[in-house]
């Protein structure tokens, strides 16, 4: 079946404008989860929704970041005003009980 | 807090030797640990689990790993090493300190070269 979709792949946009990524988890999957990758690094935790619980947003960096879900399906990530430093691959997966499964990533460039 | 430690952010192995990549973990209860391995361009896999059961686990393509808790350990190895598994892998534990979270906290990845 399809997995976990992500898009844009790749965003290259100019500091201080604002971005929306997309991910679409697996039909059926209940938790969804955000992370970022910044380069060399492993991966950190942003945000989790799980069914209609209150998020988890315990791992958002700074108040420009905020992330929505509808229902069980499709999350958006938004950053407001990028800076350089949001330069990561942003990772979105979802899970029906302890393992999660990742989408390829969107990779954000903040020139 | 929980958290993980990955000992060799370079490890080089010959191709039919075996591979050892190295975790040691922190947490104040039993862990539940994974093993994910993130190909070039790709998206991060599961390679295997440790959720309280069996003590020595064993994953996809020939890997496995043994959760050891007197030495707070749960190292990854093969023993032989194939060109495709040149990759980057990930020690990671499960945060249940928030509840349902169940958030990962990764480590900071070990990059696997087999050499011909």
């Known amino acids: 079946g399809a997995g976990v979709s992500q898009s844009p792949s790749n965003k290259v946009t100019e500091k201080g404008k604002d971005v929306e990524l997309r991910c679409d988890p697996i039909s059926g999957h209940t938790a969804l989860y955000w992370y970022r990758q910044r380069l060399g690094q492993g991966l950190e935790f942003l945000i989790y929704f799980q069914g209609n619980s209150a998020p988890d947003k315990s791992g958002l960096p700074s108040d420009r970041f905020s992330a929505e879900r509808t229902g069980e399906s499709v999350s958006t990530l938004t950053i407001q005003r990028t800076q350089q430093e949001d330069s990561a691959v942003y990772l979105c997966?979802?899970?029906?009980?302890?393992?999660?499964?990742f989408g390829p990533g969107t990779r954000l460039t903040v020139t | 807090a929980q958290s993980v430690t990955q000992l060799d952010s370079h490890v080089s192995v010959s191709e039919g030797t075996p591979v050892l990549l190295r975790c040691n973990y922190s947490s104040s209860y039993s862990p539940s640990l994974f093993w994910y391995v993130q190909h070039p361009n790709k998206g991060l896999q599961l390679l295997l689990k440790?959720?309280?059961?069996?003590?020595l686990v064993k994953g996809i393509n020939g890997f496995e790993a043994e959760f050891k808790k007197s030495e707070t350990s749960f190292h990854l190895t093969k023993p032989s090493a194939h060109m495709s598994d040149a990759a980057e892998y990930f020690c990671?534990?499960?945060?249940?300190?928030?509840?349902?979270?169940?958030?990962?906290?990764f480590g900071t990845g070990t990059l696997l070269a087999v050499q011909p």
């Open positions: 990671v534990v499960s945060d249940q300190i928030s509840g349902a979270t169940n958030k990962l906290i």
């Open positions: 997966a979802s899970s029906l009980n302890y393992e999660q499964y």
């Open positions: 440790y959720t309280s059961a069996a003590t």
